[in-house]
């Protein structure tokens, strides 16, 4: 599998697994299914506008397939970077210099798809032996396509894992620095598995000072200080 190195915007490198031409073969098959349901069930209701005119029906028809034909394009804006297909193989789109994928990355990607998928396919191709595993579009948006199952792993020991739909406690951890938050990583990681309580206190006086928490909502020192470094990432990966 190959890996893909991203940039975050807070100058923090994570390493993924690229999606493969396998996994992305099999969600474009089941996203051409969905579309192929939804015209099946269009042309069994456009049965009931046969009795117009010729041109009447051209735009009944037109308009009836608008979702089929920018089915891609629409989900990927509002699944931030996932279809139907994408969020059933666990694969997203995202941008390679970390930062969010905008419209403009989305409609170009989506146009490439007349070269990437209805010229004998040779985006496939591509993915298949392109380092990054990128397709044509891919290519011109600076995108590539990841795999959620699996972080291959992580590069800086700042970040954490976490959960979908976390919620942060403490807002004011912005207020840390990605050093401050290494540190902190580092002396909590040691203090933790030595059973060093001591220290384990200092170092949540020195957090609540720097970040200026006035109120503790975790009593446990473990707890908060895990909690300061969840906090931490949270916002700054969504920056």
């Known amino acids: ?30 996203d051409v299914a969905i579309k192929w349901g939804y015209l099946i069930l269009v042309g069994n209701l456009f049965g009931a506008f046969e009795n117009m005119d010729e041109w009447s029906q051209i735009a ?17 804006l509002l699944l931030g970077g996932q279809t139907l297909g994408k969020k059933a193989m666990k694969i997203r789109v995202v941008k390679i210099d970390g930062y969010q994928a905008t419209l403009t990355d989305y409609v170009v990607r989506w146009f490439f798809r007349i070269v990437d998928v209805y010229i004998f ?3 496939f191709f591509f ?5 990054q595993c990128q397709r044509i579009g891919d290519m011109a948006t600076g995108t590539s396509v990841i795999s959620l199952r699996d972080r291959v792993n ?4 700042i970040l954490e ?6 919620k942060p406690t403490y807002p004011t951890v912005i207020k840390l620095s990605d ?8 002396t909590f990681t040691n203090a ?14 020195k957090i609540m000072e720097v970040a200026e928490i006035k109120e503790r909502k975790h009593s446990n020192d473990i707890e908060f200080i895990d909690t300061i470094l969840k906090d931490y990432n949270y916002y700054t990966q969504a920056m």
Do not use: C
Not at 161 to 166: C, H, M, S
């Open 1 to 30: 599998m190959a890996e893909i190195q991203i940039n975050t915007t807070q100058n923090v490198k994570i390493n993924y697994t690229a999606a493969g031409a396998g996994e992305r073969l099999l969600a474009y098959i089941i």
């Open 60 to 76: 009944i028809n037109s308009i009836l397939s608008l979702p089929a034909i920018f089915y891609t394009l629409v989900l990927e």
């Open 121 to 123: 396919g040779i985006g």
């Open 127 to 131: 993915i298949a032996f392109t380092k």
């Open 154 to 157: 992580i590069s800086h020991t």
């Open 161 to 166: 894992n976490l959960k979908e739909g976390f």
């Open 179 to 186: 050093n401050d938050a290494r540190i902190i990583k580092e």
């Open 192 to 205: 933790r598995d030595a059973k060093d309580y001591p220290t384990l206190i200092k170092l949540r006086n």
